[in-house]
Structures are given as C-alpha cells and as structure tokens.
C-alpha cells in the first residue's frame, strides 16, 4: 500500500500531491497512532475499540466532511511514534493527532505538533508536565498528580499513617510518587521509604519483601496499566495482607481491564482514579454495555474512556470549526464542558489539560464480577503539578 | 536475609528448568537456539488456557504441559531445526529470532497481550513463617517451596538419567565428541531429537510453573532469552550440574541485588555474566571435555 | 564444511573487481540524493533508511568481514546517540560537531569491547555483545538526572547544518544530512576494506588459524575492525538523535540489534552494499506490512526470516555472487 503509493509518487508526483490535497478538502483526518504491539498492547487495543466506537455511535461525518481514522502502530518506540506523526502530518494531511499511549511517546512527538500547528490529543500518558511540552496539546486522559493528592488526602484520615511508596521507574510513577509523598507529609503522615521497580523486567518479590521488612501501614503503588495484576499476586503471596499491611495506590493497579482475572487478591483495595467501569450514571452504563458488545465481552478501561472523550473534543471541535484545523481547531478544544462516562469534566483552557471529578474507590464483587466500587468523591479537581 | 536466599533459590531452580533443555542441545548439536524462550511460553499458556476454557486441575496441567511441548518440540526437531544443524551460527540465530517473533505475534493474536493471570490451587497458597522477628526470619511462600522441590526432583531425575542409563551415556557421549560417538554407532541425530523433545519439554513445564512468578504476556520468549542465555554461557554447556549453579547463582544474585541495591538494577547481574566470560570464555563450570 | 556455490574465480581479478567502482554505482547515489526532491512526503522515510543503511554497514564490517555474531551492536548505535544528543543540550547545538563527537564516544567503547570479544565461541560472543547493550540501557536508565531515564532524553534542540540548512518539518534536510554522511562514511569503508589491509580481514574470517601462521596479527585485526565499526554504529546513531531531536532507552533494544542482522542477511554480508539493500528492503517492507497489519507485522518478519533461512538467500533472490562473497562459510569455533 504504502509502497505502491511510493511508486506512484516517483511516477507522477505532482498528479498524486495535487489528488491529494483534492481528497483533503473533504475529509477530516485524525492521525491515531498507538501502541498496538508490545508490553502496552492493551493501551492501543482499549483506545481504538473506544475511538471505533465513539464513530459506530456519533457518525463518521462532521460538518460535511467525512471523518477519517487512520491508526497506526508505533510499537511503544518514540522514534518511531515521532515519525508517525510527521509522516501523518505531511502526506496526510491529518487536522488532529491522537493517542499517545505512554509519556516518553508525547514527548518526543510534541515538537511536531508546535511545528506543524496541528492540535494533538493525548488520550492516555499521564506525567503532569506534557501538557506544558507544546502549546498544541490537549488532554483527555488524567493527570497523575490528581489521583495522587487524592488518595493521599483520603489515607491519613483513614488509619493509615506511615507508608512505603512503590513505583514504576518513569515520569508517570516518579510522579505519582513525589505527589503522594509531598501530599501525605503535609497530612501529617510518614513515608518510610521510596522504592522504584524498573519498567522492564518488573520483578516485585524483592521489593515487597522490602516492603514488608519495614512494617508500614500500607504500601502505596503506582504501576502502569497492565502490570497490576503480578504486583497484586505477589502482594498475596508474600502474605502482606496477614502482616498487617494494607495495598492503596491510583487506580492503574486495579486496572478494569484486567481486574477480573486478578481473582480475591484484589478484593477490598482502595485506589483513587477518575473512571471506574462501574461508574453509576446513565451515560456510564450506555457506554459500558455498546463497548462490550462491540468488542465481545472486553471490559472498557480508563483508557478507553481517555480515547472515548478525546475523540468527544476532536468532534465537537471540529464542527465548531466547519471542519478546519490548526489553531482555530486547537481553540475550539479549550474549554469544552460536557459529561463524560467518567463523570463531568471539561478542559481546562489555561493548561489544556483534564478537569475531573477522582473517586475513592473499593475493589468489591458485583453479580459474581470483581469492580471498582466508587465512594467517595473530590469534585473537579485540577491538575496540582500545574499550580505552582 | 534467609527470606531473599530462599526466594532467590526457587528463582534460580526455575530458571534452571527453563534453561536445561537450552544447554544441554548447544552442547550436542552446537546449535544456537534462541526460541527456546518460545517454548516455555507455550506451556505456559497451554496451562492457562486448560485451566480457564476447562478446569483442569493445575497439577495435571504440568505433566501436559511437558508432553504437550515435547511434541511440539519433536515436531518441530524433525521439520525445521534438522535443516539448521549444519548451518553457520548467524543462520541458526536468524533463524531461531524468526520462530520467536512468530510466536509472540501468533500468542499476540490468539491471547491477547496482556499479562495472563492464573489461579493456583489453596493448598499451593499459604505462607510459613519461621523465626519471626528474629534476624534471620524465614518467609517461605508455599508455591516456591513447591517450585523448589519439582524442580530438586527433576534435576535428581534427569542427573540419573545422565549418569545411570544407557540413553545417558550416548547422549554424553556424543556431547563429548559427536563424531567419534558417530562412528561407534551411536545414532547422534535420533539422540538429539529425543533430547531436543525433552528439553523443549522442560522448558513448556518450567514456563507453566513460572507463570504464576515470572508473569506470562506474549512477549515472555524475548524478555527471558537474555537470561536462559546466561545461563547456558556462564554454565558452560558440557554437564548440568554447570548450568544449575549458573542459574542458581543467577537467581540468586538478581533478588539479592534487587532488595540490597535497587539503585543499581539489573547491572550486578549483566556485569558478572560479562566479567565471568571474559575470565572463562568457555563458562565457569566446564570440563575439560572434546571440544 | 560447505564449498562456495559459485566456482571461485582466479584471485586477482576477484580482488580487482570488487574495487573497481562500477558504472551502476553513481547513478544509484544520484537517484537517492533526487529522492528527498522526487517524493518530498517520504524524505523521513529516505532519512530513516539512509541512517539504518549506515548501521547495517558496520554491522557488516563485524559480521562479513570478520564472522563475529554482534547480537549487541545496538550499544554503540545508542551511544552515539545519547552522546550527540547530549552534546547538542549542553555544548553546542552544531550538528557535525555532535556527529564527531557520538563517533568519538562510540569509538572509544568499540576499543573497550574489541578486548572482550577476541576470546571464547559464539556463544560467548553473542552474549557479551548483548551484555553490553543491556548494561548501557541500565546506564542510561538509571541515570535520569542525565539521560531523562525512561522517558528519554527530551528537549534536544539543533542548530542549523553549516549554519544555514535548518532540518525542517518535511525532513529533506535531515534526509540530505544521512545520505551525505552515509555516502562518505561508506566510501571510506569500502577503500578500506578493498585495500591490501582489508585482505587480511578475509584471512582471519574465512580461517583465523591459517591466517595465524603466515604472520597476520590477528587479534590486533579484529580489534581495529570492531573499533571501526563501533565508530561507523555510532554515527548513524548521532544522526538518529539529531535529526529525531532526541534519544530514548529503546535505542538499545534487542530489537534494533536484531532488525540490522536481518537487513545485512536479505542484502548479504561481506559486501557493503548489502547493509544498503537490506536496509531498503526491510524499510520498505516493514511498512507495507506494518501499514496492513499494525498489530501483527513481527509474525511477517518472523516468517520472512524463516523462510530465508530456510530456502538460502541465493535461492529467494537473484545470484550476486559474482562481485560478492558468498555468506557461506563456517564461523565461529568449533
């Protein structure tokens, strides 16, 4: 495909750029590109299930043009997502850019979108500062340090004084650590210690050992989607649960996607997050049911909600545009207020990054099934990285 | 401290089993095999699926898991690997990458990539606890002990096979010299497939036993190669009492480094692989054998 | 011990032939350098290419001209491009400067790792290779005040090439750049291996032994080479950051060790010129199957890979073998 189209350039360049740019007029093409393969698979596959069915429900038309939506693999390589997006930008004529399944992939395709002027959704890495990397950015997913303050505003008023943090080792979980230690300390809490897993290769026995070695009250982990379920079967193991030691965290160990298949383990963790499948409202529950019928049986993430309500903004804005791009359609995003399954949120205009309610929650078993019950909730909160 | 020595002993007896069947076919057939990682991802996820889709118990998910991937392993032996013996290295590593992307694409499609989850039975559960409170207390998860002890027994086992039988003697035989072994009458290539089949085998069950300590995702074959291979360089590849204190030393000094040193991450282990293969190229517990 | 498929010619003619420069040679160079101006969309395409060609290259000098299986050359590949990128957010931002200067580091660890792979098997040199590659990622991990860790090294910004040419969106500098830099460091390789020195070089792959008794320094040979083409590894790794604009961890992937090995086996080893094909071939295939299938383009690599082995090169794609060497000789220790 590709190739063929390589050939026909070197054949008839200026026939093929002219086509091009006719096709253009009336499309409007959103460059997804995501983890497809790799470790972070599941990222790609919950965000493309979500984005598809965001379509399926929405049309696949915006004001009169056709929406296009070409998805493509970067195999979790920021050389390669960066290449994407150039490639997109320019053969393509894509008005949006999207995805973004990690946070060395923002970063690395951030100075594109500043070059290009093409506004970039990121619909899934959650390190505070990439909003702040190219003032083309807009995000749809969550902000670490927002779950982070919550879970530790909730943990001192709830037995739970000294703590060891246990994080994977990059921006993300740097974050979430350095959030939830500062957070806790001015609560009057202790952290006894700061320990970090390499992203390769996690193996958690020697750090829980570690864990449980230094008697806290509860151990607070931030792992990235996916890698919670071994976290959560070594913590079994160990026995930390008969020590005494309690598991918190954000609400990437408990991910839905897999928290099923975690089994009794996971019952009766609390985590803090801005989405659980579980979410009671009417919306909620519409979107949860037509993404499992459309994708047999897979349980929506907070993934796929990130990917869901990006391509919410992208629509939106688009039709507030006519169907430009550029600033005009980067303008349009700012500021979008609208219910999503995760609850209301809106983009921040100032910061370009997500406003939402976070919700305690309790892993408990419904109908058989293992969720994320919500309990508690802190309305809008803002991202804290950004207020200083 | 007696708690990280334990856990890195079961670690160290796992990767062992993974590793054997690796060393033992690069000692006989000089054979660089790098999709042997493939292998105990198949019986990794043969047990998964026997034990979510139809309730096996997962005891009996190991012995099929073993003859499951020796089949696959003989199959494979006599369509595929049988062509590569006479090959340069570069042929049979490029070959042996191709058949481990396959399979992580193949296990990508049919399972998903996410981390597969298993549930052990209760009795495998538990926890003991000796001496708590004291320096040297001991935590010893139940599903490591059990680990250690298959793996003890494996090891016993496959120890007097080598040194008790007759199928042993050839098979050390031709690993000490395949040629002359050849012309005794020994029929080298049949031995190799049987072996082949068996550490193929081993590998299948030492994935279903460590999915549960390893995690299990498609991806498993590539991540865990580099340390099968360590062991297989540093054990040298000319008995199996070299692989396992290379695997043990391995386990060992990778959860101890990890809970004493976690600043330096996985170094102390890819620097004494490194250190060790430069003081003995041929790996550290080699005898003095044909080649 | 395998012959060579093809009849071997006399040697003279053989040796002359492979440094004549042929009349195919400069029109190939030319239509490369056309292509970022022909299909000014895919100049990225051509950049990444032209930068993977030159690391197949050095991968070539280790593995066709001494017979050593690198399965880590992805460490000086890496290094040069954290140095460079390094190198541009801390001294200056000039792109060749950065380049000599990633050369120089790479060079530098090329001469600390020739010492470790002059001994022991295949084995041992394959996992030495790979050791080093994976304690420069755990460096670079682990040193995130310096590297950015996992999230790579961001906020490399470069100067404009000899002050003027700015690297542009449409990346038609960045592709001149790579094949510029390519076609000088290729050029210089090939004089190099086709010289009398280079000769040597065949000696001790095709039988070190041999090559031993009538005099040939061998371990001082493989030394220089490897150092050579840590060198040559090293720059196209320079160019990767510089004209990406930063480095990450996945740099030193297993992966992109094992990509440049398959690139250098559907072009050939032992030729030069076979990185480049390889390198084209791969580029190109890969995003034709990466482009329909996303998700499952490796099992397609994979597959590919097999089958080369499987049914030979020289059967799946036309004979070269007349000004190449066949791959078939018997490396590695027995």
Redesign the interface.
């Known amino acids: 495909m590709q190739k063929r189209r390589f050939l026909s350039a070197i054949a008839c360049a200026t026939l093929a750029m002219s086509a091009s740019a006719a096709m253009a007029q009336d499309k409007f093409k959103i460059g997804l590109i995501l983890p497809m393969t790799g470790p972070f698979a599941s990222t790609g596959k919950q965000i493309e299930a979500a984005a598809r069915l965001y379509m399926a429900q929405n049309g696949d038309m915006v004001a009169g043009k056709k929406v296009e939506l070409i998805v493509k693999d970067d195999t979790s390589a920021a050389d390669v997502t960066k290449r994407l997006a150039q490639e997109m930008v320019i053969n393509e004529k894509v008005s949006v850019l999207a995805g973004f399944g990690l946070t060395p992939l923002a970063f690395a395709t951030a100075p594109i979108a500043t070059q290009s002027k093409t506004p970039m959704v990121v619909m899934a890495a959650a390190t505070s500062s990439i909003t702040q990397a190219s003032p083309f950015i807009v995000r749809t997913s969550f902000t670490l340090p927002q779950a982070a303050v919550a879970i530790a505003d909730w943990a001192p008023n709830n037995g739970i004084k000294k703590v060891v943090t246990l994080v994977s080792d990059y921006g993300p979980g740097i974050d979430a650590e350095k959030f939830f230690k500062d957070r806790l300390l001015f609560n009057g809490g202790q952290v006894l210690d700061s320990l970090r897993v390499p992203m390769r290769n996690p193996d958690f026995a020697p750090f829980l050992q570690k864990v449980r070695d230094l008697k806290p009250d509860a151990v607070y982990v931030f792992v990235p989607s996916g890698a919670g379920a071994a976290l959560m079967k070594q913590f079994a193991e160990r026995g930390m649960d008969k020590a005494g030691i309690k598991l918190i965290g954000t609400g990437d160990i408990t991910d839905d996607d897999i928290l099923n298949s975690m089994g009794e383990v996971a019952n009766g963790v609390v985590t803090s997050h801005h989405y659980s499948a579980s979410h009671n409202s009417a919306l909620n529950k519409k979107f949860v049911a037509a993404f499992e019928k459309a994708n047999n049986g897979l349980r929506p993430n907070f993934m796929a909600v990130g990917g869901y309500d990006g391509m919410r903004v992208i629509y939106e804005a688009a039709k507030a545009t006519k169907g430009a791009g550029g600033e005009a359609l980067l303008n349009a995003m700012k500021g979008q207020v609208f219910e999503s399954p995760r609850g209301p949120m809106f983009i921040d205009a100032q910061t370009r990054d997500v406003v939402h309610n976070i919700y305690i929650r309790k892993v408990e078993k419904v109908g058989g099934q293992l969720y994320n019950q919500e309990f508690a909730t802190i309305k809008d909160v803002k991202d804290p990285g950004k207020t200083k | 401290m007696l708690t990280i020595l334990f856990d890195g002993i079961a670690y160290g007896m796992l990767l062992f089993i993974l590793a054997v069947g690796l060393s033992v076919t690069m000692g006989l057939m000089n054979f660089i095999n790098l999709a042997h990682g493939a292998f105990a991802m198949a019986g990794g996820y043969l047990t998964v699926v026997l034990m979510q889709r139809f309730d096996v118990p997962f005891l009996l998910c190991l012995p099929l898991a073993f003859v499951a991937t020796a089949l696959l392993g003989a199959v494979l032996e006599r369509t595929l690997y049988r062509h590569m013996y006479n090959k340069p290295h570069l042929d049979q590593v490029l070959f042996s990458i191709g058949l481990a992307f396959m399979s992580v694409a193949s296990v990508d499609y049919w399972m998903g990539s996410q981390q597969q989850i298993m549930q052990l039975p209760d009795g495998l559960r538990g926890r003991t606890e000796l001496w708590t409170g004291e320096v040297f207390e001991l935590g010893m998860g139940h599903y490591r002990l059990f680990i250690i002890a298959v793996c003890a027994a494996l090891t016993v086992g496959l120890q007097f096979v080598l040194a008790k039988t007759r199928f042993g003697s050839r098979l050390r035989a031709s690993v000490d010299d395949a040629r002359v072994a050849a012309g005794l009458g020994i029929r080298v290539n049949l031995i190799f497939a049987a072996t082949f089949a068996v550490g193929s085998g081993l590998a299948g069950l030492g994935g279903a036993l460590g999915a549960e300590v390893l995690g299990l995702d498609p991806t498993f074959p590539l991540k865990f190669m580099v340390y099968f291979l360590i062991v297989v360089a540093v054990g040298g590849t000319s008995s199996i009492s070299g692989p396992l204190w290379a695997a043990l030393l391995l386990g060992i000094a990778d959860v101890a480094g990890k809970y004493y040193m976690p600043k330096l991450g996985s170094f102390i282990v890819y620097s004494l692989m490194i250190a060790i293969l430069i003081w003995r190229p041929q790996g550290l517990f080699v005898r003095k054998g044909g080649r | 011990m395998?012959k060579f498929l093809n009849a071997p010619l006399d040697a003279r003619t053989q040796l002359l032939s492979t440094v004549r420069m042929r009349g195919w040679e400069p029109l190939i160079w030319l239509l490369a350098f056309a292509l970022p101006l022909?299909?000014?969309?895919?100049a990225?395409?051509v950049n990444?290419v032209a930068i993977v060609a030159l690391f197949a290259v050095s991968l070539d000098l280790v593995?066709g001209y001494t017979g050593i299986?690198s399965?880590g050359h992805a460490a000086f590949l890496g290094l040069g491009a954290y140095a460079s990128a390094l190198f541009a957010k801390h001294v200056m931002p000039d792109p060749l400067v950065g380049l000599l200067f990633g050369m120089g580091c790479a060079t530098l660890l090329g001469a600390l790792c020739s010492?470790?792979i002059l001994?022991?098997?295949?084995?041992?040199r394959?996992?030495?290779t790979?050791?080093?590659a994976?304690?420069l990622m755990?460096?670079a991990?682990?040193l995130?005040w310096l590297t950015g860790?996992?999230?790579?090294l961001?906020g490399v910004m470069m100067g404009p090439l000899l002050g003027r040419f700015e690297f542009d969106?449409?990346?038609q500098t960045a592709a001149w750049y790579s094949l510029t830099v390519l076609l000088v460091l290729f050029v210089l390789a090939r004089r190099w291996v086709n010289s009398p020195w280079g000769a040597t070089l065949m000696a001790v792959r095709d039988n070190p032994l041999r090559a031993m008794a009538i005099g040939i320094p061998v371990h001082n040979r493989l030394a220089v080479v490897y150092t050579v083409a840590a060198a040559l590894a090293g720059a196209a790794g320079a160019l990767?950051a510089q004209t990406?604009?930063?480095a990450?961890l996945?740099?030193f992937?297993?992966?992109r060790s094992?990509d440049v090995?398959?690139m250098l086996?559907i072009g050939g080893?032992g030729w030069l010129y076979g990185g480049v094909v390889g390198a084209v071939v791969f580029k190109?295939m890969h995003?034709?199957i990466?482009?329909?299938t996303?998700?499952?383009?490796?099992?397609?690599?994979?597959?590919?890979?097999?089958v080369?082995?499987?049914v030979g090169r020289e059967r799946l794609i036309r004979p070269w073998l007349w000004f190449g060497r066949s791959?078939?000789?018997?490396?590695?220790a027995?």
């Not at chain 3, 860790?149 to 790579?152: N, P, R, T």
Request: cysteine-free; aromatic content about 8%; glycine content about 12%.
């Open positions: 395998k022909l299909v000014p969309g895919h990225l395409i990444e593995l299986v399965l010492l470790t001994r022991g098997t295949d084995l041992t394959l996992m030495v790979l050791g080093m994976l304690i755990e460096l991990n682990k995130d860790g996992s999230d790579g961001q969106l449409y990346g990767m990406t604009g930063f990450s996945d740099v992937a297993l992966e094992a090995m398959l086996v080893v190109l995003d034709v990466a482009g329909i996303p998700q499952y383009w490796t099992f397609w690599i994979g597959l590919f890979l097999v080369l082995v499987m791959a078939d000789h018997k490396g590695g027995q």
